[in-house]
């Protein structure tokens, strides 16, 4: 049986105990193929149910929501499948097992959630802010996990107000100085600053002073930064426009 959800927690949550008993259950918020005789159904956020699944799985493990939430927001497809075989061994040796990495469930789920957590650590590092006519610091990025939201968190102590743009999941984070919040975003129209466009030629002028064409390196110089950030890097390309 394959379950369908529309990715959230609560529908997973929801399939997650429709699906525990099934010998061979399949949950999946992605597109997949049915096998001949495959029967299939779309499960609904039933949140009463959601909640009940929830309180139990953290009588097991008090952070076990904490590893959903990483998983669900996995670039992988199988996220929700690898979620629920990690929360089924949880609920059946009833505590916790993220350090029991010898079971393949739990292997699974730490080396997922680990590729998470690594880019949320990388893109910190790289995450470009561009600054705009409105004063609001404007930062365009496409990462491969769901994580424009905790990037914002990390930001929200470190710079005033901001917009993070997730362009490939049309969504942002934004912060105002006082609230952060989510909200969909299809394509942000922004004028960038003068400031922003002398120092975007600053760096033009660095990079061509530091550039030696009798040495050039250009396979090493593409993997710093990596090739996903350097579409969000306007130095890396060419001149400056009035808008992005």
């Known amino acids: 049986m394959i379950y369908f959800t529309d990715g959230s927690k609560e529908a997973f ?8 008993h099934d010998e061979e259950p399949c949950i999946t918020s992605s597109q997949k193929q049915l096998v001949l005789g495959q029967e299939s159904a779309f499960i609904k956020a039933d949140p ?12 097991f493990d008090r952070k076990c929501m904490e590893d ?8 992988s497809l199988r996220r929700e499948q690898i979620a629920f075989g990690y929360l089924k061994l949880l609920s059946e040796k009833k505590e916790p097992v993220r350090k029991m990495l010898t079971e ?8 997922c959630m680990n590729r998470v957590t690594f880019e949320v650590k990388r893109t910190q590092g790289f995450l470009r802010f561009l600054g705009t006519e409105s004063g609001i610091p404007y930062a365009p ?13 990390h930001f929200r102590t470190r710079i005033p107000a901001f917009v993070l743009h997730d362009v490939s999941r049309r969504k942002a984070a934004v912060f105002d100085g006082t609230n952060l919040f989510s909200a969909p975003l299809e394509r942000a129209e922004t004028v960038l600053s003068s400031n922003e466009a002398e120092w975007q030629a600053l760096w033009r002028k660095y990079f061509e002073g530091v550039s030696l064409p009798s040495r050039e390196q250009l396979a090493k110089l593409k993997s710093y930064p990596p090739v996903r950030c350097q579409r969000f890097t306007p130095e890396l390309k060419g001149p400056p426009s009035a808008d992005s």
Request: charged share 30%; net charge negative.
């Open 48 to 59: 009463p149910r959601a909640a009940r699944a929830e309180k139990r799985l953290l009588e």
């Open 13 to 20: 949550l929801t399939a997650f105990l429709l699906a525990y």
């Open 68 to 75: 959903l939430d990483l998983l669900l927001r996995s670039s």
């Open 141 to 153: 990025l496409s990462p491969d996990s769901d994580i424009v939201d905790l990037l914002a968190v």
């Open 104 to 111: 393949p469930e739990v292997s699974e789920a730490v080396e």
